[in-house]
C-alpha cells in the first residue's frame, strides 16, 4: 500500500517555472514506478511523465524538453520540475504509482489527491 501526497501547486506566469513534490509513504517505494497526470475541467486525465524503477523515463510530447520528472528514494520523494510554463498547462495535476512498466495510461494503482496548477497568459 502506497499513499502518496502532492505539493508545489499555485499560480504562476506564462514562462515561469514550477517544481511539484509528491511524498509517497511505504518503505519499498524504490520498487514503484511514478508518474504524473494531469487533468484540466471538462477534459479527460493525461499523462505527463513517468519514472520507472529501472530509471527509465517517458513524457508527453506537450511537455518534453521543458519538464523533468525525477525520484529521490531515500526521501520517498517524486518530483516533476516544470519550466517555461503556458497557459495551456493549467490543471490538477496528480501522482500516481504502481508495481510494474511505465505506461502513459491511468492504469495506475495508487493516485494522491492532486494539486492545482495555474498558469496565467
Known amino acids: 500500500q502506497v499513499q502518496l501526497v502532492e505539493s508545489g501547486g499555485g499560480l504562476v506566469q506564462a514562462g515561469d517555472s514550477l517544481r511539484l513534490s509528491c511524498a509517497a509513504s511505504?518503505?519499498?517505494?524504490?520498487?514503484?514506478?511514478v508518474g504524473w497526470f494531469r487533468q484540466a475541467p471538462g477534459k479527460q486525465r493525461d499523462f505527463v511523465a513517468a519514472k520507472g524503477w529501472t530509471g527509465n523515463t517517458d513524457y508527453s510530447d506537450s511537455v518534453k524538453g521543458r519538464f523533468t520528472i525525477s525520484r529521490d528514494n531515500a526521501k520517498n520523494t517524486v518530483y516533476l520540475q516544470m519550466n517555461s510554463l503556458k497557459p495551456e498547462d493549467t490543471a490538477v495535476y496528480y501522482c500516481a504509482a504502481r508495481i510494474g512498466d511505465v505506461l502513459t495510461d491511468v492504469r495506475y494503482a495508487y493516485w494522491g489527491q492532486g494539486t492545482q496548477v495555474t498558469v496565467s497568459s
Open positions: 511505504g518503505r519499498t517505494f524504490s520498487v514503484y514506478t
